[in-house]
């Protein structure tokens, strides 16, 4: 509540609450949501009302599709992972909610050997909705977590094996499915006002997951694995969370088609409906919720077309013969032009509010003004903090990268790491923020030892890092790449206005909507730099940040920098292979050779140092063998 607006204090209370339950950042999508729910709405009434029986069961199914598809692009689109798995939570959705919804009576006939409190238990559809989520909730809470420590087509296919287990479980469960016969006797409580309200559900926890931070987490992960945990994503959490909510909005698509179609067996939830509602999905843009609203009306139409050409008079009439399977076709050939033509489905990653709102534009630039300057956690080092790596050893199948180096970093001070190419300065990098476990040694952080620990923590821990060959989140805007590093420091607060103040922390808060992928190199080291200083960590390490920059933009970089030391006290590790860039600027140096600490000191001592001058200056300056130059290398060897 900083704006300038003085609203009576009713106004004040009520602005608050909605402040809290739903932050100016997600408010576009929440518009979104609605545009969405919208047409749908209008088609629904249009459906109760105008539409003959035909079109309505047409109708109703394409609301049923349209949960299960916004369900699973809420798991497959933000995660990246493709889950072939996601219907057989329609499957226990559809069997359990059968089971409430059933009177006694007719169970007491079709399903004589259920436990007592389901024999005797009987509700209405949207209270069976409820507790079936619930159920579904748990049940995906248990098998999502060993699937959840999987990424890209490992995850993919346990999705798969997930499917065929509940398949095989549905089969199996005889006292409560009936096996592979068929479960009949369900009462058809469907009706339109129900379809609507969870599709309104549906569209609504989507769209606004994907804005929530857990979302953009979910989505940095998607683009970047490894640099979404050096900002201290827990990359397993957030895809737990996304597998568990889009499970429980796919119990209730379950649900609902059970209550429409009356009988259905196991086969029902396998691998046509898979295919189907993947089809709606990809056709549609995996990655939006927009993408998956506009794949199921246009797949629904298409296929509607495809079965009535398949079994109407049109084919014969016109001298053809009957082509069976003519829906499945359509659907296969209808993803290949697809994929050929846009592979990322017809939206791509464009949700309709971008449009009706823009990207966020007249937000940003009104927040860029008032944006409170960046508050560093603590200016002033306290004394006894520092980052010390002792020891650290890193093998890469027989090659010694790291051979037991040492350094230390106090908040304040900035800290070279030099050495010519392939001495393990990145190794090191990555050794201390856990992209790469050490095989030996300790990093110890204020006192605490890390070492080995996942990057996330050791990022939570304090300390943030840039990447040699820049990993910035290339499809996501360059504020939200910044909003991910806030939100996953765990702090709280504002995620707007803290990654604005990060932005112009480093001079490219006019950057802020822009694709960060679209970016001018220069640029792009800047954000990665700026997306570092959001997490507001103690130590921060650079891996080559002037690499591919002239000498005009190295200088205000380093100018940069200093300013960055000065004002959040910050201890600033500098990987360089430039030796006289990191003079100018360093306290102290520790310079690497072939995965050795060869020296360490003030500026002026390492560049007065014999050996470093042979193993590192002398090879472009001198053409004569330094006579001590084998002992150096073979030193530790
Ligand atoms: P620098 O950053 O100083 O140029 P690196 O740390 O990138 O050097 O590399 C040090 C050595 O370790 C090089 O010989 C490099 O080939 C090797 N190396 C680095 N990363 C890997 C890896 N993931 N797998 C195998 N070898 C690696
Ligand atoms: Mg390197």
Redesign the pocket.
């Known amino acids: 509540m900083t704006n300038g607006s003085k609203p009576r204090s009713g106004r004040v209370e009520i602005n608050r609450i909605v402040d809290v339950l739903l932050p100016a950042r997600t408010r576009p999508a929440f518009g979104g949501a609605l545009a969405l729910i919208a047409p749908v709405a209008l088609l629904t009434v249009l459906a109760a009302t105008l539409f003959g029986a035909s079109e309505q069961r047409i109708a109703m199914v394409f609301l049923i599709n349209l949960i299960a598809v916004v369900a699973n692009g809420l798991y497959s689109g933000n995660s990246g992972i493709m889950s072939f798995g996601h219907v057989g939570f329609m499957g226990v959705g559809a069997y359990l909610s059968s089971i409430l919804t059933m009177t006694p009576e007719k169970k007491a006939m079709t399903l004589p050997n259920l436990p007592d409190f389901l024999a005797a238990a009987h509700m209405g559809l949207n209270e069976a909705c409820l507790v079936t989520i619930v159920v579904v909730g748990l049940f995906a809470l248990v098998v999502g977590a060993p699937i959840s420590r999987l990424t890209g087509s490992a995850a993919s296919i346990a999705t798969l094996a997930f499917l065929v287990i509940v398949h095989s479980i549905l089969i199996g469960s005889k006292d409560f499915t009936r096996g592979s016969q068929t479960f009949f006797g369900v009462e058809r409580l469907i009706s339109f006002p129900t379809l609507l309200l969870w599709v309104g559900v549906a569209i609504l926890v989507a769209r606004l997951f994907r804005e929530m931070p857990v979302g953009l987490e979910l989505r940095s992960a998607r683009e970047d694995e490894l640099a979404a945990g050096a900002m201290g994503v827990n990359i397993f959490q957030r895809r737990l969370a996304a597998w568990v909510v889009s499970a429980m909005l796919m119990a209730v698509a379950g649900a609902l088609l059970a209550h429409f179609l009356g009988a259905f067996s196991p086969k029902k939830f396998f691998f046509v409906d898979t295919f189907a509602i993947l089809a709606m999905l990809i056709i549609g843009g995996i990655a939006s919720v927009t993408g998956a609203v506009a794949g199921t009306a246009l797949v629904t139409v298409v296929m509607e077309l495809a079965r009535r050409l398949e079994e109407g008079p049109i084919l014969p009439a016109l001298g053809l013969p009957q082509v069976f399977g003519l829906t499945q076709l359509a659907l296969g050939l209808g993803i290949l032009a697809v994929m050929y033509s846009r592979p990322g489905g017809i939206f791509g990653l464009a949700e309709i509010d971008h449009w009706l709102f823009g990207r966020r534009n007249d937000d940003a630039s009104n927040s860029e003004a008032t944006a409170a300057p960046f508050q560093p956690e603590s200016v002033a080092p306290a004394s006894g903090r520092e980052l010390q790596a002792v020891d650290i050893a890193k093998n ?2 027989g ?1 010694r ?1 790291l051979d037991g180096v040492s350094l230390t970093l106090r908040p304040g001070e900035i800290v070279g790491l030099i ?10 990098l ?1 050794a201390i923020s856990g992209a ?1 476990p050490p095989n030996g040694g300790r990093v110890m952080i204020d006192g605490t030892d890390v070492a080995g620990q996942p990057a996330y923590r050791i990022a939570r821990a304090g300390v943030a890092r840039s990447f ?1 060959n820049i990993r910035l989140f290339k499809d996501m805007t360059v504020l939200e790449n910044i909003e991910v590093a806030v939100s996953a420091s765990g702090r709280g607060g504002d995620l707007r206005a803290e990654a604005l103040a990060a932005l112009a922390e480093l001079d490219v808060a006019h950057l802020a909507q822009r694709r960060a992928g679209a970016l001018a190199y220069g640029e792009q080291r800047r954000v990665e730099i700026a997306r570092a200083l959001a997490m507001k960590p103690r130590y921060l390490m650079l ?1 080559e940040p002037a690499a591919g920059m002239n000498s005009a933009e190295t200088q205000a970089l380093m100018g940069l920098l200093r300013r960055m030391r000065d004002r959040h006290g910050l201890g600033l590790l500098l ?1 360089e ?1 430039h030796l006289e860039l990191v003079m100018q600027l360093c306290d102290r140096i520790v310079v ?1 050779n072939k ?1 050795q600490m060869i020296a360490s000191g003030t500026p002026d001592e390492v560049r007065r140092d014999p050996v470093v001058i042979e193993a590192y200056i002398g090879r472009s300056h001198e053409k004569t063998h330094h006579p001590d130059a084998t002992t150096t290398e073979r030193r530790g060897s």
């Open positions: 890469f199948a090659l990268a050495g010519p190419n392939g001495s393990g300065k990145t190794t090191m990555n790469v040699q891996d990987v292979h690497l995965g």
